[in-house]
């Protein structure tokens, strides 16, 4: 992990730099000045040091500003490409509450990690009865999951805004492409010392899509799903089946657009504020009632992990329409379906927080997680 001030901070510094340079030369000309002027040593000497005591006063005040200003940046952080897991949550910012009119606080809060957005999760949302809302802050993350009941069903929803796209990460379980390793979501999110992990797309368990690892193409089967990719910005971006058909088109592709890494499950739910016809998809049985999960972003380095399932009084998964159409309602610009069922898990703090089909994790091949900047003990 590296601590870094963005480019857009930058030119506080070639400001600072240059107001010192600009007063370095007064302070020669006035120098210059002084010495040139014919007048007595005593008269001299006297001009020299109200001079000099000017210079003196304007220089202290201006390096308290160029001091404040430093001061006002905040600081940001990344992890390294090669980073096999994040840093451990201070344990210290997570909390949880069974009334969200109280977390107001905790928005005010996240201002400076929200950068001007808006957050999906607003203190009138009404948890499922019994549930509780959890969360956790620090410099580089905000995060908070709950539960509400729609259209029957339960829906988990995990918001997260990040800082930078590093804390945007995918983890294959034994650390290789096509390893022979499975494990549960939740064991993988505590490996990493993720703040929020998902089920991904379960590469293993299936041949289709386009899989980018690392910036490569590991497999190419685009003949009847859509894929999903990452960039170096934090972005999703969609192709669809039929595109990208070989694997010299789909690296050139990826090149393109600085794509990290892929999921391949789908299909696109929405793309640009849309919603996407998905008519005939080959994976997810989309017309059929399972649980369901997906993840959506909101904004820059700004997501939902979501999951509709079955759990206590509320019996009902849903197909991909109603699906989709609960999407639509959140405001998402981009979403893509992950692996449902018994695979759709979203864990926090370790545990998972909804309600597994059939009551316990599938085990499978990866999760994408979102983690925090902060070096450990900081």
Not at 7 to 14: A, D, E, F, P, V
Not at 69 to 76: E, G, I, N
Not at 339 to 351: E, W
Request: charge should be negative.
């Amino acid at each position: 992990m590296e601590t870094v001030m963005e480019n857009k901070h930058l030119h506080i510094y070639r400001n600072l730099i240059l107001v010192i340079l600009c007063l370095m030369l007064v302070l020669l000309g006035l120098l210059s000045l002084a010495s040139s002027t014919k007048t007595s040593p005593v008269a001299t000497a006297g001009a020299d040091a109200a001079i000099m005591d000017s210079f003196d006063s304007m220089i202290l005040g201006m390096m308290d500003e160029a001091q404040d200003a430093v001061l006002m940046v905040p600081k940001r952080f990344w992890l390294s490409k090669d980073a096999t897991k994040g840093p451990v949550p201070d344990p210290e910012k997570y909390g949880s509450t069974d009334d969200p009119s109280t977390l107001q606080w905790l928005l005010d809060d996240a201002q400076t990690v929200l950068e001007g957005q808006d957050t999906y999760f607003s203190t009138d949302v009404k948890l499922m009865p019994g549930s509780v809302a959890t969360y956790y802050l620090d410099e580089s993350i905000f995060a908070i999951t709950w539960k509400q009941v729609i259209d029957g069903c339960v829906y988990t929803v995990s918001e997260i805004k990040v800082t930078h796209p590093s804390q945007f990460r995918r983890h294959l379980e034994g650390g290789v492409f096509d390893g022979p390793s499975l494990s549960t979501p939740t064991l993988m999110s505590r490996s990493v010392n993720a703040v929020v992990g998902s089920a991904a797309d379960h590469y293993r368990g299936r041949r289709a899509g386009i899989i980018v690892y690392d910036g490569t193409v590991q497999r190419v089967n685009a003949e009847y799903v859509d894929t999903c990719y990452i960039n170096d910005d934090g972005d999703l971006l969609f192709s669809y089946k039929g595109e990208l058909g070989d694997k010299e088109s789909a690296q050139k592709f990826v090149d393109e657009n600085n794509i990290r890494f892929s999921l391949a499950f789908g299909p696109v739910i929405m793309d640009n504020g849309e919603k996407i016809d998905y008519h005939g998809y080959a994976l997810g049985e989309v017309y059929g009632n399972y649980a369901r999960s997906a993840l959506c972003q909101m904004g820059p380095l700004h997501y939902l992990l979501i999951v509709c399932a079955r759990e206590g009084r509320y019996d009902d998964n849903t197909n991909m329409r109603n699906f989709q159409n609960v999407i639509a309602s959140f405001g998402c610009d981009k979403a893509y379906a992950l692996d449902g069922g018994q695979t759709a898990v979203i864990a926090m703090q370790g545990k998972p927080i909804n309600r597994v089909s059939f009551g316990y994790q599938r085990q499978i091949s990866d999760i994408i997680y979102f983690a925090t900047a902060i070096p450990d003990g900081e």
